[in-house]
């Protein structure tokens, strides 16, 4: 199982980014794919989930309306669109799998992949 994930950069405050998530050597359909954030000195978090299988998606609090995950089952990659940033948003965000229906929890999570930071400039 790898991921990997891009679409990482600098952006201003109100701007957007999307980020990318592409597995390999799984079978997409059966797991929960998140992405995470860390920023520097805090606790990884949970942003937003989605199980594949279903579409169902869990979106944190902060990021309700802002942010949207979406699947592309053929290409095997999760995205992640994320509008209207703002300086907050600024973490290395990764992508994990979870073989867990509505996985939400960091602890479900079990493969990852490697980070891409995301800077938002006020």
């Known amino acids: 199982v790898q991921l990997q994930a891009s679409g990482g950069g600098l952006v201003q405050a109100g701007g957007s980014l999307r980020l990318s998530c592409a597995a390999s050597?799984?079978?997409?359909?059966?797991?929960?794919i998140g992405w995470f954030r860390q920023a520097p000195g805090k606790e990884r978090q949970v942003v937003s989930s989605i199980s594949v299988s279903d579409g169902r998606t869990y979106y944190t609090a902060s990021v309700k309306g802002r942010f949207t995950i979406s699947s592309d089952n053929a290409k095997s990659t999760v995205y992640l669109q994320m509008n209207n940033l703002k300086p907050e948003d600024t973490a290395v965000y990764y992508c994990a799998t979870s073989r867990i229906y509505a996985a939400r929890m960091t602890s479900d999570y079990d493969i990852w992949g490697q980070g891409t930071l995301v800077t938002v400039s006020s």
């Open positions: 050597e799984f079978t997409f359909d059966d797991y929960a």
